[in-house]
């Protein structure tokens, strides 16, 4: 976003629902506008996919957070063509969307990250991909000091001792170690997807007959990437939270992990910019609810039949077998064991 706000004069919009610190960049402002729209769609995801150019001229674009049952719809159609377009996309390298175009498609710029739990790894690090040369020239710049570009052949037999600094910049830049990690990982990739895949529909077909979970969905003119398997317990129906059941899977030897905390609720955040939890309430009710459960492509039907037999033997222990007569839940399920709700 840097390299394109500068060159455009452009502002950037936030969203203070993104729940992962990675997908946020402070500008130091109250994200009343994301907040707003978020409280406004109705949908339990952190945006309903219609948000327009007219917002803002540059968009740090709500991510499709991977978990989450499809990738947001933006079509090209309704993008302004003047305005750079940036798709934030860190987990779904293999997700495609209607019309089976892959995630990105539509973007000036997409953005994927390679951490060492994404779909492809490098260890750390990420790419940007575009196919305006201005841009990749300017983000080549920004990710090494603000070097020159032809800084660059210093390593080859073209190169030369002398560079200048033309900008500033950052330390961005991906060592040549991780980029041959990268590259291989990538060759590997739609296996590694296909196996995703796999597992992912072992954990719905072992899972889909407990009342007490709620598994997450996946439109049909969508494919998804599998980056995470999250579940949502139904605690109206269960005499423990989500701590106590995740400390049970625990001791059966079952690692999970939830994500993500929502970043208006990090104290940072609540203290900077005076958020209150209640400030976005589907991510403050969705919160203590989700379990992200184990899935990787070296997992096998072992694994996932153990993980699901755990989570049956904690929920037969702590059923409540009367549903608790609580306030109505502000973003109540949908008919019960049918998933997630679609994103517009």
Known sequence: MRSLARRHNLKIVEDAAHCC??????????????????????????????????????????????????????????????????????????????????????????????????????????????????????????????????????????????????????????????????????????V??????????????????????????????RIHSWHLYVIRLKLDRLNIDRAQFIEELTRRGVGTSVHWMPLHMHPYYGKTYGYAPEDLPMAWALYPEIITLPLYPNMTEGDVEYVCESIKDIVSRNRRWTAAKTSPHPFPFPQWGTGWPEVG
């Open 192 to 221: 590694f997807h296909r196996r995703r895949i796999e597992l992912a529909g072992q954990y719905r077909e072992r899972l889909n007959e407990v009342e007490e979970i709620v598994l997450p969905q996946v439109r049909p003119d």
């Open 21 to 190: 610190p990675a997908y946020y960049k402070d500008n130091g402002k109250k994200a009343e506008d994301g907040r707003q729209k978020i409280e406004d769609s109705g949908q339990w995801s952190v945006v309903s996919g219609q948000w327009s150019a007219d917002r803002g001229p540059i968009s740090n674009l709500p991510s499709p957070i991977s978990h989450l049952p499809s990738t947001i719809n933006h079509q090209p159609s309704t993008i302004n063509h003047a305005t750079p377009y940036i798709n934030p996309q860190p987990s779904t390298l293999n997700l495609l969307n209607n019309g089976w175009l892959p995630v990105g498609s539509p973007a000036d710029i997409s953005c994927y990250s390679f951490y060492a739990n994404k779909t492809i790894t490098t260890g750390e690090g990420g790419m940007a991909c575009t196919a305006n040369d201005e841009y990749a020239d300017r983000m080549r710049i920004m990710s090494l000091h603000g070097i020159s570009r032809d800084a660059w052949k210093r390593y080859t037999t073209e190169g030369s001792w002398y560079y200048e600094i033309i900008a500033p910049g950052f330390k961005y830049n991906m060592a040549d170690i991780a980029a041959a990690i990268g590259l291989q990982q990538l060759r590997k990739a739609e």
